[in-house]
C-alpha cells in the first residue's frame, strides 16, 4: 500500500510498503546528502520558487500536505532520463513546454512535479533545467500503470501541452540543471528506489514462506515445505533479500 511519510526535514514522500524501512533509510540519507541551494541566480534571490514558498508560508509543506514528485522521464528519452527530450522556451516574460512526461510516481496525489528540460537551444544534452510544475495549468495526467507489484506506486504518463511556466519557479538556471540532478535529486532517487525494491523483495519472500507452510498434497498430507528443493530455494531468496538491505544500511549510515 502506499503511503504519505512527514519525513524529518518536511518533506513528503510517498513509497509502497511498509513504510519503517524506508524512514530509516530516507533519514539517513538526508544526513547524507543534505539539501543544496539550488538556485543561484542572484544572493538577493529566493533558492525556493514562488509556487513552494506559498505552499510553505501556508504550512502546507511542513505539515505534509505537499506532495511533490519527479517527471524525468519522457516518452522520448525512455529509462534515459537526464537528457530530456522537451525544452523550455522562453515566451512573453515566462517559459513554456509541452512534453510526453512517462512514470510519474504518485502522479494523482502529487500537487507538484520536480521537472526537466533541454535549455533553449542548448548545444548539449545537458544542458538542462530543472523546474516546479504545478498541477493544472496545461498539466494532466493521461493514463494509468498496470506494472506487476507496482501498480500501488500510482506511476502514470503526464502530458504537459503549452505548459507555462514563469522564470520565478526554476530550480537552476537555464542549462545548468545536470549538475543538480546528479548532486542532489539522484542520491535520493536511489536510496528511495533501492528501499522499494527491497521492501518488495522482502514482502515476497514472506508471502512464499506462508504458500510454502499451507499448500501440499492432499493424497500424502506432504506440505510444500517438506521438500529440500523449495527449502533451498526459500533460502536463497532470504540470503539475497538481505544481501541487498545489508548494502542500503551500510549505504545509508
Not at 58 to 86: D, I, K, N, Q, Y
Request: proline share 5%; with cysteine; hydrophobic share 40%.
Amino acid at each position: 500500500m502506499t503511503r504519505m511519510l512527514e519525513m524529518k526535514r518536511g518533506t513528503a514522500i510517498c513509497l509502497p510498503g511498509d513504510p519503517s524501512d524506508q524512514i530509516y533509510f530516507l533519514r539517513a540519507a538526508s544526513s547524507r546528502f543534505p539539501p543544496a541551494r539550488l538556485n543561484a541566480r542572484s544572493s538577493s534571490h529566493s533558492c525556493t520558487p514562488r509556487y513552494l514558498r506559498r505552499a510553505r508560508r501556508g504550512g502546507r509543506l511542513t505539515g505534509g500536505e505537499h506532495l511533490t514528485t519527479l517527471a524525468f522521464s519522457e516518452v522520448g528519452s525512455r529509462s534515459h532520463f537526464w537528457p530530456p527530450v522537451s525544452s523550455l522556451i522562453p515566451r512573453d516574460g515566462c517559459f513554456e513546454t509541452s512534453a510526453r512526461k512517462a512514470w510519474v510516481t504518485s502522479t494523482n496525489h502529487a500537487d507538484s512535479h520536480v521537472a526537466s528540460a533541454q535549455a533553449h537551444d542548448a548545444s548539449s544534452i545537458f544542458e538542462t533545467t530543472l523546474y516546479i510544475a504545478c498541477r493544472g495549468g496545461g498539466i494532466a495526467v493521461n493514463g494509468g500503470f498496470d506494472g506487476l507489484g507496482l501498480r500501488e506506486n500510482d506511476s502514470a504518463p503526464v502530458v504537459f501541452e503549452n505548459a507555462r511556466i514563469p522564470e520565478s519557479d526554476l530550480l537552476t538556471l537555464p542549462g545548468e540543471g545536470a549538475r543538480d540532478m546528479l548532486r542532489v535529486v539522484f542520491p535520493w532517487f536511489c536510496m528511495g528506489t533501492a528501499a522499494m525494491a527491497n521492501g518488495l523483495c522482502r514482502a515476497a519472500g514472506a508471502f512464499t514462506a506462508d504458500h510454502l507452510q499451507e499448500a501440499g498434497y492432499e493424497r500424502t498430507g506432504q506440505k510444500l515445505r517438506d521438500l529440500p528443493t523449495l527449502r533451498a530455494r526459500l533460502a536463497e531468496m532470504s540470503v539475497r533479500t538481505e544481501q541487498s538491505r545489508a548494502l542500503l544500511v551500510r549505504m545509508a549510515a
